[in-house]
């Protein structure tokens, strides 16, 4: 079968792609044939620092990722997206089909990174609440109300959506023994109908819309911030790699289809299908 030509090469957008889970996320559409269009506030490795630490630097950046998609033979697109600051997500996805010129995926996977995400309710303050629904559910609404219309004028797309189990179980302990913050969990609860109302909406537009649990996966973020060792005792950690893969079986297998609108346990699915 002869190779896709840059101008018929499938086009993803994935959100948060410096590091991490969209990094992953990102080679593996990139193997299976995507062109990419990559969006984060890291644009270079290393200049990325936490929040909570400025001595500690968090490894990864758009460069990175887009070195590996380009060595898997795609084309990459880096776009500075902030979930906070709207004007730049909306462009991301504007940027990405004036260049592409088509839009067939978009993996919303970027979240809010600052205060308020691992704190109490008690603890939480009206501003922090408002950053977490800020850049966990209305940037990511914000995405798909860009996108959709290309998508749908083009006979349509494919649409994933990283949730969480915080959005439909209880934690069995507290914060710092495994537990999370409410407000995060509140989030991504909302977050989670998205892709089953999407489903009803526009499924006869030929959108398809995933929700992703990734389950604990270490990540260079949760490991330079020390809350991976958190979650050791309760949760056996998977790898980004899982992530990606079960993620572009979604975008490529005729399989998928059954996962339509449903909840789709990353981990397992790599394993049930030998993805990696």
């Given amino acids: 079968m002869a190779e896709p030509t840059a ?3 499938p086009v993803a957008l994935v959100t948060g792609a410096s590091r991490g889970l969209g990094k992953a996320i990102a080679l593996s559409l ?3 044939g995507y062109d990419l269009a990559i969006g984060a506030r890291t644009l270079v490795d290393g200049d990325r620092r936490l929040e909570s630490d400025e001595s500690i630097v968090v490894p990864g950046g758009l460069d ?7 060595a898997a033979g ?3 697109l880096s776009l500075y997206m902030d979930v906070l600051d709207r004007a730049t997500v909306e462009a991301a996805v504007h940027h990405t089909v004036a260049h592409f010129e088509r839009l067939d995926v978009v993996v919303n996977n970027a979240i809010y990174q600052g205060p308020g995400a691992m704190l109490e309710f008690m603890d939480l303050t009206d501003e922090q609440i408002k950053n977490l629904f800020e850049g966990n559910l209305f940037a990511q609404l914000a995405v798909l109300h860009a996108a959709l219309p290309t998508m749908i004028a083009a006979g349509g797309g494919t649409v994933v959506n990283m949730i969480s189990a915080t959005a439909y179980t209880t934690p069995a302990n507290r914060i710092g023994s495994g537990g999370w913050g409410m407000g995060y969990a509140m989030t991504k609860a909302a977050f989670e109908r998205v892709a089953p109302m999407l489903e009803v909406e526009h499924a006869a537009d030929g959108i398809r819309a995933f929700n992703i649990d990734p389950g604990h996966v270490a990540t260079e973020r949760q490991v330079a911030s020390g809350r991976a060792k958190q979650y050791e005792g309760n949760f056996t950690a998977g790898t980004p790699e899982q992530i990606g893969a079960a993620v572009a079986w979604l975008c490529t297998n005729p399989a998928a289809e059954q996962h339509r609108g449903q909840i789709v346990l990353a981990q397992k699915l790599t394993q049930d299908h030998g993805l990696l």
Avoid: D, V, Y
């Avoid at 990175?64 to 380009?70: F, N, R």
């Fill in 30 to 32: 990139a193997n299976a």
């Fill in 74 to 76: 795609g084309r990459a």
């Fill in 7 to 9: 101008e018929s090469r």
């Fill in 64 to 70: 990175t990722t887009a070195a590996g998609i380009e």
